[in-house]
């Protein structure tokens, strides 16, 4: 479906190889497939541009043109300054708290429930945790069903407070009954809404001040691109976030968003969700999403 970009890059430098000298045009020349690369992949124009000239300062530094190999020298330096950009390593999630509590924020339909479920499947079954959901969704009573439907899947409670119409009491509640009963992470799932609103907002700022979470998670859909960046950069000027869950990337995307995030917020991508199921959730590896932007 997709050009593969490293195969191609190699082929130019390797075709221009026959026929005489490299020159810094067919550099520039080249890197201009790695900008459409980005940009197909959904990575924001500026971002694009910015990663390209930098990376031609680097290949230039490097005496690309004059190496044996400069196609795979310059697949290299796009991919090794790609994963940087993303964050370099992966970054882990902070279990410190006793018990732990992990908010989770983004609009509705991004994935959040079933994150949730997913991320509490995760911590039980490969962190010997033992997680508690909280439902703090007051407006749909369908969206605490299906965390209760998600619970029921993977074993894990879930705690929900049917008539109460105050989600910071939801979840200091929820916190208490954690503390009680032996639970070590509390992740905490609020409502959200289909676009950026001020109630929105004020309500999870309530949520996450009364809480003071160890993990303030935001989700969102790989697939909304552009969109993406906008409401990652909404939701942390008002939570100041610490890491980004980007789902749905088994879907028909580049995940040219993982990119265009971390570059606005500064924040690492922790998680990534890859399918409906409740094991379908992996650890962001910067390097491996290189690999698939670059196709
Ligand atoms: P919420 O409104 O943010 O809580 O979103 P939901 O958890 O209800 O998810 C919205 C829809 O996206 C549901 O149909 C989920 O099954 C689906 N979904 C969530 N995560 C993924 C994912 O990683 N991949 C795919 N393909 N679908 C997902």
Redesign the pocket.
């Known amino acids: 479906m997709f050009d593969n970009l490293s195969e191609k890059l190699d082929k130019a430098f390797h075709v221009l190889k026959g026929h005489g000298k490299i020159t810094e045009v067919n550099v520039a020349d080249t890197l201009k497939e790695v900008r459409r690369a980005l940009l197909d992949a959904d990575v924001n124009f500026k971002i694009a541009k910015d990663f390209t000239t930098k990376v031609k300062e680097k290949a230039i530094g490097q005496n690309v043109l004059t190496t044996l190999q400069p196609g795979q020298l310059m697949v290299k330096l796009v991919k090794d300054e790609l994963t940087e950009l993303m964050g370099g390593d992966a970054a882990g999630i902070n279990l410190s708290g006793n018990p732990t509590v992990i908010l989770m924020s ?13 991320l509490a499947n995760y911590l039980k079954t490969k962190k010997n945790k033992k997680p508690l959901l909280v439902a703090c ?1 007051i407006y749909r009573p369908a ?1 605490i069903n ?1 965390l209760h439907v998600v619970g029921g899947q993977i074993g894990v409670e879930v705690y929900s407070e049917e008539g109460n119409r105050n989600p910071v009491e939801i979840a200091q509640n929820a916190v208490k009954h954690a503390k009680a009963n032996g639970y070590n992470v509390v992740i905490v ?1 609020t409502a ?1 809404r289909l676009a950026v609103d001020e109630e929105m907002m004020n309500e999870i700022a309530n949520v996450h001040k009364a809480l003071q979470p160890q993990e303030t998670l935001f ?1 969102v ?1 790989s697939m909304t691109g552009q969109d993406a960046v906008n409401t990652a950069k909404a939701f942390n000027d008002r939570l100041n976030f610490d890491g980004v869950i980007l ?5 028909d995307t580049r995940g040219g968003a993982a990119i265009s995030i971390k570059s606005v917020v500064n924040k690492p991508i922790k998680f ?5 199921k409740m094991e ?2 992996d650890v962001f590896y910067p390097n491996r999403m290189a690999d698939r932007i670059l196709g």
């Open positions: 983004g609009l509705q339909g991004s994935g959040k429930t079933t994150f949730s479920g997913k969704d969206a299906q799932d959200g989700v859909d789902t749905k990337l088994d879907g990534i969700g890859t399918g409906e379908a959730i």
